[in-house]
């Protein structure tokens, strides 16, 4: 049977929502993850508000296969997942918060510094408007060129440290993202699912509750894939 084709676009765009919003706030946060479905099962995407209704068959009487022309239209098994639920800290995948949790971990040296920095370019700020009035040209001078030149390493640093961290991220979720794809393809095999509709990226009317398969699919990954699952050190 000819497979639809998966949407490299598609896979772009779940990629992209794996980003870190605030890198220098306190704690480093991603703000979406790309591990809603790595290419969603090689099946279209579709809103359920665009489909039609069927005309019921009349009573005791054995509905048709629906025909275009001389092709017939197969009948197809639609379920619907919501990937923001992934992220759930307690309810969620538990791999991707673990992973989350070693990113952080691994780039905390490096966010303590930018931090420091932060915290010593403020006092020199400070130091020099407070001195503007009374300490000599020479002096002051020299704290300008001093908190340009911090700023800029500030800021050298900082950009260094955000690149080698989206680098990072993608190393380590990248796997997962593929693992999540592959266990959605299998899950919905065996349940002969042919169509999934992600709720959480689909604008949707209305969808059954008897159509949620979020919970169902998130309790078979975490049962097959261990949050202790070990993450390859940097080099």
Do not use: C, H, W
């Not at 209704?53 to 509905?63: K, L």
């Not at 159509?211 to 949050?227: G, H, M, Q, R, V």
């Amino acid at each position: 049977m000819k497979q639809p084709r998966r949407s490299d676009q598609q896979l772009t765009d779940l990629t992209n929502r794996l980003r870190s919003k605030e890198y220098y706030k306190t704690s480093m946060k991603i703000d979406r993850l790309i591990a809603a479905v790595a290419l969603l099962m090689s099946v279209a995407i579709v809103s359920v508000s665009a489909q039609q209704p069927r005309p019921s068959a009349p009573a005791g009487t054995t509905p048709a296969p629906a025909q275009t022309g001389s092709v017939a239209v197969p009948e197809s098994k639609m379920a619907v997942i919501y990937s923001d639920a992934f992220l759930d800290p307690k309810n969620g995948i538990a791999k991707f918060n673990a992973l989350l949790g070693t990113l952080n971990r691994e780039f905390q040296p490096r966010q303590t510094e930018l931090q420091g920095l932060q915290t010593r370019i403020t006092t020199l700020a400070k130091e020099i408007e407070d001195q503007s009035a009374v300490a000599a040209p020479d002096s002051l001078r020299q704290k300008r060129d001093q908190l340009t030149q911090m700023n800029t390493d500030f800021k050298r640093k900082g950009e260094d440290a955000e690149a080698a961290y989206a680098r990072r991220r993608q190393e380590i979720f990248t796997p997962l993202q593929q693992d999540i794809g592959k266990a959605l393809e299998i899950f919905a095999k065996a349940r002969g699912i042919n169509l999934i509709v992600d709720g959480s990226q689909v604008p949707m009317v209305y969808a059954a509750d008897a159509l949620d398969i979020t919970a169902a699919f998130i309790t078979e990954f975490n049962a097959k894939n261990p949050a202790t699952a070990s993450v390859t050190p940097r080099p």
